[in-house]
């Protein structure tokens, strides 16, 4: 209880500090959303009645906590550069309530690939004595974490896509119409997305347990007449995967966070691709909440990892 | 009855152990006594199946009662193999703490012998892990049952991985070292263990050894190794009374048994004073909420050093020695209290010559780093390159070492010449005093006398003082003027080598004495 408490106040001053970074970047940095509104051939009335409408003519420190009270009241605030309907601006909450879906299957969705398919991948790496088993899963997974990621994307777009058919590339159905459809064209940026990471984890398992294989408890297993399959799985495997945890523990707060590259490339409207494209039009509010989205993903992904580590490794808790 | 019949191990073609053969009789124990690098360890292996998969039976075999093993020229049966371990034949390691997988509770690793070998339930099972658990002398066995490796103490650990051993009664045990990582008094008491198993259960146990003391203590039979092969074997009493060869006897002389110190007295000025001296670690995470807590180490520790001074510090590992010693050298800033010396730089030597110097360096290169380091802070004494390897050569000399040698990486030197260098590298900067934690507990016998007798030499040379720290009470006995006996964190007693051996009076002083 001590424990979630102190991770909670961690997590809001974070908040805080996070906030303050992003709003002060954006005071420095070059760009007008006015500009970006209403294009370079708005006559300065026009700029002047939206930059008062937005409320830009405060003082900064007014501006921010203005931003700041709302946000703990609730009031996430309104977008400047997308609307609802012809005078209505859209609310900032209402704009990422609607991508974030997207992208959290998606990461759900990728780490199940990873999850599944890395770890048995690991321990029959760490486990093959076969030469040429080991060399080449050696040379695949060099191959695949080397792949940039826009260029996996349009490889899986092309093999699946257009040569099996298993998908229609750029036929994104969105979630609300049809769920299955969604579930179905998701499952390739998914793919996408997962082998790169499904390498480095198996990888990384892998040389995780060939250390731990070294140590004295395996040879204390093997004098009791356990056998090299039971080895591996009673013993070692669960030694073997506390790095590979904190490992994980970052991928996972990496997806979630969204995936710019992969959202943009099978045209998945997601929290990544709308992160990008406030930054540009400098839409401030969005930005803002964006940035708390992803530094909340972090901390508490983090704080997640370090309670599962406390369930492997029973000697962390004790200390 | 077991018999290592005419066994040659080698790995990469250099053969470790050569032409091998050892009996043990049903009840029979039998002792391997050897250094470091004798053999003794891959035969015990081998036996057990559980040698490294590149050794390669040369010749010979393995009987168990009338089965082969294993045979030179065949591939290792693992199936068969299997039946017997953690059955039939079961070990016995060095290190209780590493020996144990560290994320699975003790109970469930001793049952995993029962679930490989018996039909039992699970109710049946873990009523005959508390039994074996209690006949080894484990208390409240029911929280042994559901704790962690780390949970334990030394002597438990190694407990629970006697009961993992003796749970279905083997035929032969192997014990390797099992007393080595362990504190004296707890060192007795599992010997004693092992000898009441050997009674009751009648095994057949192979003790391996480098500690002829123990094994004399043991054994109804000892086997000397040199190099891998046999150099003696025999009744231990004949052994011991009218050893054949000359290895034997200098393995024999070779342990400290409570020889006097050689090198007299001089006692001269104090060099170091230590007053109410406190160590403490701060306890908690280091977030920003925890609250700071003091986790007192060493508490309220005072003492004087003169010149030409060997002060013995002794006490079991835990019991704030090293934290003391680490204090005085300003390498710990959590301290209260007054330490002060005139030094500018106390020199320290380790306890683990491998791990103490740095593999990828040369021996000159470790020789001349002190010198460069002092160089560095006063530059009234920083030297030339010509200056510092002229130092180093004479350093050389001084250790015993060629000068060849400034070319080359520790790893191609023994234990005992690592040592050496680490000895070299503290006396370089001439320093008035040297703190040597366990000095010569990582080495092997006749190694522990060679390297006492160089720090005996240049403590008369250079009037050095010593504050040395060990656990070895003969080895203190050996080297120390004065002793100070520790426990959990305290100085409880102090006083002139000879007074508190014949007269201890904390008891926790004459149980320590009367453990060696």
Partial sequence: ???????????????????????????????????????????????????????????????????????????????????????????????????????????????????????????????????????????????????????????????????????????????????????????????SIAIPKIAMTARFLRNSMLTEMRSDYVRTAYSKGCTNRRVMYAHVLRNALMPVVTFLGMIIAETIAGSIVVEQVFGLPGVGRLLISSISTRDFPVVEILVLYITSVVIIVYALIDILYRMIDPRISSK | MIKIDHLSVAFDG????????????????????????????????????????????????????????????????????????????????????????????????????????????????????????????????????????HQLSGGMRQRVMIAMAIILKPKLLVADEPTTALDVTIQNQIIALLKE????????????????????????????????????????????????????????????????????????????????????????????????????????????????????????????????????????????????????????????PYSSLNPTKTIGWLLEEPLRAAGKLDKSLAMTKEDRRAMVYEMLKKIDLKESYYDRKPSQLSGGQRQRVSIGQALITKPGFIVADEPVSALDVTIQAQIMELMQQFQEEMQLSYLFISHDINVVYRMCDRVMVMKDGRIIETGDTQEIFDHPKEEYTKLLLLNS
Avoid at chain 1, 80 to 97: C, D, F, Q, T, W
Avoid at chain 2, 99 to 119: D, F, Y
Avoid at chain 2, 225 to 232: F, P, S
Wanted: glycine content about 8%; overall charge neutral; proline content about 4%.
């Fill in chain 2, 197 to 352: 198993i050997n009674e009751k259960q009648k095994n057949a146990m192979l003790f391996i050894t480098h500690d002829l003391n123990l094994a004399r203590r043991l054994c109804h039979r000892i086997v000397v190794m040199k190099d891998g092969c046999i150099v003696e074997q025999g009744e231990t009493k004949q052994i011991y009374e009218a050893p054949k060869e000359a290895y034997t006897r200098r393995l024999m002389e070779a342990v400290p048994s409570r020889i006097p110190k050689k090198v007299p007295r001089v006692s001269g000025e104090e060099i170091l004073r230590v007053e109410h001296l406190d160590v403490y670690y701060p306890a908690g995470s280091n977030s920003l909420f925890a609250r700071k807590e003091k986790n007192h180490v060493v508490k309220d520790a005072g003492f004087t050093l003169h010149k030409g001074e060997v002060l013995g510090l002794v006490g079991e590992s835990g019991c704030g020695k090293t934290s003391l010693s680490k204090a005085i050298l300003g390498m710990n800033r959590d301290v209260t209290g007054v330490i002060s010396h005139d030094t500018v730089r106390p020199q320290m030597i380790f306890q683990d």
């Fill in chain 2, 14 to 149: 250099t053969e470790v152990v050569k032409n091998v053969t050892i009996e043990i009789g049903d009840g029979e124990i039998v002792g391997v006594v050897g250094e470091s690098g004798s053999g003794k360890s891959v035969t015990a292996l081998t036996l057990m199946g559980l040698v490294a998969e590149d050794a390669v039976l040369t010749s010979g075999r393995i009987l168990f009662d009338d089965v082969v093993l294993a045979e030179a020229g065949k591939t290792r049966d693992k199936a068969l193999y299997q039946k017997y371990q953690g059955d039939e034949m079961t070990m016995i390691f060095q290190e209780p703490m590493t020996s144990l997988n560290p994320t699975k509770r003790v109970g469930a690793q001793v049952e995993e012998v029962l679930k490989l070998h018996t039909k039992l339930s699970k109710e049946e099972m873990k009523e005959k892990v508390l039994k074996t658990f209690a006949s080894v002398g484990l208390k409240d066995t029911k929280k042994v049952y559901d704790s962690y490796p």
């Fill in chain 1, 1 to 191: 209880m001590k424990y979630i408490c102190k991770k909670i106040i961690t997590l809001i001053m974070t908040l805080f500090l996070v906030s303050a970074a992003a709003f002060l970047a954006f005071q420095v940095i070059p760009g007008d959303v006015v500009t970006s509104i209403l294009g370079t051939e708005a006559t300065p009335e026009m700029e002047e009645l939206l930059r008062e409408e937005l409320g830009l003519n405060d003082p900064p420190v007014e501006r921010y906590m203005n931003w700041v009270s709302g946000v703990l009241k609730g009031d996430l605030g309104v977008s400047y550069r997308y609307s609802k309907s012809m005078n209505e601006r859209m609310p900032v909450a209402e704009l990422i309530g609607d991508k974030l879906p997207v992208t959290l299957w998606l990461a759900f969705y990728s780490l199940i690939l990873i999850i599944v398919i890395s770890i048995p991948l690991g321990v029959l790496w760490a486990r093959s004595k076969n030469h040429y088993l080991d060399a080449a899963l050696n040379v695949i997974s060099q191959t695949a974490m080397a792949v940039p990621a826009f260029f996996l994307g349009i490889l899986v777009t092309y093999l699946f896509g257009i040569i099996l058919k298993c998908f229609t590339p750029g036929g994104y159905v969105s979630y609300r119409e049809d769920f299955a459809g969604f579930m179905h064209y998701l499952l390739f940026p998914a793919i």
